[in-house]
């Protein structure tokens, strides 16, 4: 690889900057975030040229999971209505288990007392995709144990 230098030494890498976000983003984090405009492929080959091994399986992987849900057809999500109370909203969103994702939190109106404060109850629905077998069962994702 064949590199200029600028006056004050800097090297010039000719390369698109609009892949290097998420190569900078994995370097800085150790996360892939790749946004939706952006193809897989095209960060895939910036990591291939700056030869992080670790980053093109990462991408690698995700390519291949999309394809392979593609050709399974639609994705199918399972759903949870939680509800709670107001002082308990930070820590069950921030605590929720991987793979559950925030949908939308309802309020339904009523509060009770509990001391001196008022505290309203919300209804939370979290979603998560269910995971498709190879012979077309669907298996519910379990939190639970396995002994």
Not at 35 to 47: D, F, I, P, T, W
Not at 60 to 73: L, W
Not at 80 to 94: A, D, G, K, N, Y
């Amino acid at each position: 690889l064949h590199t200029q230098q600028d006056e004050t030494g800097a090297y010039l890498i000719d390369r698109d900057p609009t892949y290097f976000g998420p190569i900078l983003n994995y370097l800085r984090h150790g996360k892939l975030i790749i946004n939706k405009e952006l193809a897989e492929e095209g960060v895939l080959e910036e990591a291939e040229f700056y030869n992080i091994a670790s980053l093109v399986r990462l991408v690698k992987e995700r390519i291949r999971d999309n394809e392979n849900r593609t050709s399974q057809g639609p994705v199918k999500h399972v759903y949870r209505v939680l509800q709670c109370q107001e002082e308990e909203l930070t820590q069950m969103v921030s605590t929720m288990s991987d793979g559950w994702k925030f949908e939308q939190l309802i309020s339904i109106g009523s509060s009770y007392n509990y001391g001196n404060e008022d505290q309203a109850e919300f209804l939370c629905v979290v979603s998560r995709e269910l995971n498709n077998s190879t012979n077309g069962i669907v298996k519910e994702p379990s939190e639970k144990a396995k002994v």
